[in-house]
């Protein structure tokens, strides 16, 4: 079950950080590097000691992460034009 909201979670901050980071990868590819970013967002913090216990609390990860995802894949697509 966990792993689940883990997803749909995931996909909501990726449909955010979106909006946030404008790019051109479309909405589903968003919603998948925001799962992607979700897991970033949870090793990172769990490298604190800490983790999201609330579903606010996850999204706020899941988005944090996606947001450092998506920046870093368009540093990267535009260090390759």
């Known amino acids: 079950?966990?792993?689940i909201i883990f997803l749909i979670v995931?996909?909501?901050a990726g449909f955010l950080a979106d909006k946030v980071v404008k790019?051109?990868?479309g909405r589903w590819v968003d919603m998948l590097i925001g799962i992607a970013g979700s897991f970033v967002g949870d090793f990172i913090l769990g490298l604190f000691g800490y983790y999201a216990d609330t579903v606010f609390l996850q999204v706020i990860v899941a988005f944090i992460g996606a947001v450092l995802l998506l920046l870093i894949i368009n540093f990267v697509k535009g260090r390759s034009r």
């Open 10 to 12: 995931g996909a909501v």
């Open 23 to 25: 790019n051109t990868f």
């Open 1 to 3: 079950m966990k792993f």
